[in-house]
């Protein structure tokens, strides 16, 4: 279903060879996956990655670039972040690029945020003018405050809604301490896929206050998918993309559980 992804993060163990790479692919093929999101490992290039995910007919929907990789500060470093760009969304055929979170560094006030924003809008830029769309993926620290104002709101509110857009995580969201289906409608107009995973609390065995909580399946925990896929629709959310971080049993049985019962919600709540 071309509604669905999955983020490779989620398979990470089970790619640290090419012969690794070529089994996992064809298990998550027999799952019914065709896109994902994934960074080419060390041992192939963008452009062999693209050939064999279309042995398994499958296809990249984006190319990662960190903005260290394509930050520019004059013409020289211009026409070298923008010939990386060019190569990998032509390995990969896509027209997306993914980038990397806040780096440690900016995180600690807001003007750190404000320097970050500025850097997403260079980069969003110079995207936009090669054909292409910018996107962040936040987590849940970005909602640190600042004041009378968050992290999240400073990247949303200072960078260029033409060019710079984001990849929210229903799970991350939750874990902000706000309510998905609500806060999703932050983004409208800013994003077209989101990743999911469900947001499950394990059984006490601390103090009250250190409640634990786990990664688990989409439909497996305690988020409010009927909610969610209602705002989904709402903001125009083109694609559900599986990122499971940790899985406490087998991944692969993991995102086929998350991959049926996106299946089953999707034409559910249609």
Same mark, same amino acid.
């Given at each position: 279903?071309?509604?669905?992804?999955?983020?490779?993060?989620?398979?990470?163990?089970?790619?640290?060879?090419?012969? =690794?790479?070529? #089994?996992?692919?064809?298990?998550?093929?027999?799952?019914?996956?065709?896109?994902?999101?994934?960074?080419?490992?060390? *041992?192939?290039?963008?452009? =062999?990655?693209?050939?064999?995910?279309?042995?398994?007919?499958?296809?990249?929907?984006?190319?990662?670039?960190?903005?260290?990789? $394509?930050?520019?500060?004059?013409?020289?470093?211009?026409?070298?972040?923008?010939?990386?760009?060019?190569?990998?969304?032509?390995?990969?055929?896509?027209? /997306? #690029?993914?980038?990397?979170?806040?780096?440690?560094?900016?995180?600690?006030?807001?003007?750190? *945020?404000?320097?970050?924003?500025? $850097?997403?809008?260079?980069?969003?830029?110079?995207?936009?003018?090669?054909?292409?769309?910018?996107? *962040?993926?936040?987590?849940?620290?970005?909602? /640190?405050?600042?004041?009378?104002?968050?992290? $999240?709101?400073?990247?949303?509110? =200072?960078?260029?809604?033409?060019?710079?857009?984001?990849?929210? =995580?229903?799970?991350?969201?939750?874990?902000?301490?706000?309510?998905?289906?609500?806060?999703?409608?932050?983004?409208?107009?800013?994003?077209?896929? $989101?990743? #999911?995973?469900?947001?499950?609390?394990?059984?006490?065995?601390?103090?009250?206050?250190? /409640?634990?909580?786990?990664?688990a399946s989409v439909g497996e925990g305690n988020l409010n998918w009927q909610g969610i896929f209602k705002t989904a629709k709402e903001i125009g959310i083109e694609r559900f993309v599986i990122e499971q971080d940790s899985?406490?049993?087998?991944?692969?049985?993991?995102?086929?559980?998350?991959?049926?019962?996106?299946?089953?919600?999707?034409?559910? *709540?249609?």
């Amino acid at each position: 279903m071309d509604k669905i992804g999955l983020q490779m993060y989620t398979v990470r163990d089970h790619m640290k060879t090419l012969d =690794d790479l070529k #089994v996992t692919l064809g298990k998550l093929r027999d799952i019914g996956l065709t896109n994902i999101q994934t960074t080419a490992p060390g *041992y192939i290039t963008p452009e =062999d990655y693209a050939k064999l995910l279309a042995v398994y007919g499958m296809k990249a929907d984006s190319a990662y670039l960190g903005t260290g990789e $394509i930050n520019f500060d004059d013409s020289a470093s211009i026409d070298a972040a923008a010939e990386k760009i060019k190569r990998q969304i032509n390995a990969y055929r896509c027209s /997306v #690029v993914r980038t990397n979170s806040i780096p440690q560094e900016l995180r600690a006030d807001a003007d750190g *945020y404000k320097k970050y924003a500025e $850097i997403l809008n260079r980069e969003g830029k110079m995207c936009r003018e090669l054909g292409c769309k910018y996107i *962040y993926h936040f987590h849940a620290f970005e909602f /640190v405050t600042f004041g009378y104002t968050r992290g $999240i709101d400073i990247l949303l509110n =200072d960078t260029d809604p033409t060019c710079v857009f984001f990849q929210p =995580d229903v799970f991350w969201l939750t874990n902000a301490g706000t309510e998905p289906s609500v806060s999703l409608k932050m983004f409208a107009g800013r994003c077209f896929w $989101i990743h #999911v995973k469900d947001y499950a609390i394990k059984q006490l065995t601390g103090v009250v206050e250190n /409640v634990p909580f786990r990664f688990a399946s989409v439909g497996e925990g305690n988020l409010n998918w009927q909610g969610i896929f209602k705002t989904a629709k709402e903001i125009g959310i083109e694609r559900f993309v599986i990122e499971q971080d940790s899985c406490t049993g087998d991944v692969f049985e993991a995102v086929k559980t998350s991959f049926d019962n996106l299946c089953r919600f999707i034409e559910l *709540y249609k």
